[in-house]
């Protein structure tokens, strides 16, 4: 499972950039911009091809999936220690995707089945936030729960091998992608040494 985690900021041309990016293979998309306000991810949306739009997981203002049909939401650590279980498996059982964010690897073994996947890291020192380093031992291998684990953190086209040795059942790309002068050919190049590892 390959995914694509946006910038906190916004990008100039990050709808055409996302759209070539979805035309090119891209499974999954996460809208994590913590600090924007809900028209703000109204307007990046509208701007993405009808049919790319069930890929895309809400981090923020899940209100926007009523209004362009998402069945993708994330819940942060933070909303998810604050929610109610019960919300979760309403959501689960009226066809929405779920996924959450963990830091331990115990964590993740606490889910319920609610969640498809959890973010896990940062696995490598994290590319887009300095000084936000790694505290997972690479010689670690990832228990099987029945909540997916996504690697996350630092990875990117050379790395991203080490991930699935590890154990991991996919994983997201951030400052890879972001930091990149050309986002879209950084995807082309994670997604050929993505696809050369997973069958």
């Known amino acids: 499972m390959l ?14 950039l996302l759209n070539e990016m979805f035309d090119q293979g891209l499974e999954f998309f996460h809208l994590r911009k913590p600090s924007a306000p809900a028209s703000a991810l109204q307007h990046l949306i509208e701007k993405i091809k009808p049919q790319h739009i069930s890929k895309i997981a809400l981090h923020s203002h899940h209100q926007l999936a009523n209004i362009f049909r998402m069945n993708r939401l994330h819940y942060t650590e933070v909303k998810r220690k604050k929610s109610n279980p019960m919300e979760w498996q309403a959501l689960k059982e009226s066809g929405c995707h779920l996924s959450t964010s963990v830091h331990q690897i115990q964590e993740a073994a606490k889910l319920p089945g609610s969640f498809d996947y959890a973010f896990l890291g940062p ?20 228990p099987k729960n029945k909540t997916k684990l996504i690697a996350i953190g630092g990875i990117n ?43």
Not at 3 to 16: G, M, R, T, Y
Not at 171 to 177: D, S, T, W
């Open 3 to 16: 995914i694509v985690v946006s910038d906190a900021a916004f990008h100039k041309n990050e709808p055409a």
């Open 123 to 142: 696995v490598f020192d994290s590319i887009s936030k300095q000084g936000y380093s790694s505290t997972i031992s690479k010689k670690i291998k990832m």
């Open 157 to 199: 086209e050379i790395n991203l091998k080490l991930s699935f040795e590890m154990g991991f059942d996919g994983i997201a790309i951030l400052g890879a992608i972001w930091q990149s002068t050309d986002p879209v050919k950084s995807f082309q190049l994670i997604k050929k040494a993505c696809s050369s590892i997973v069958p």
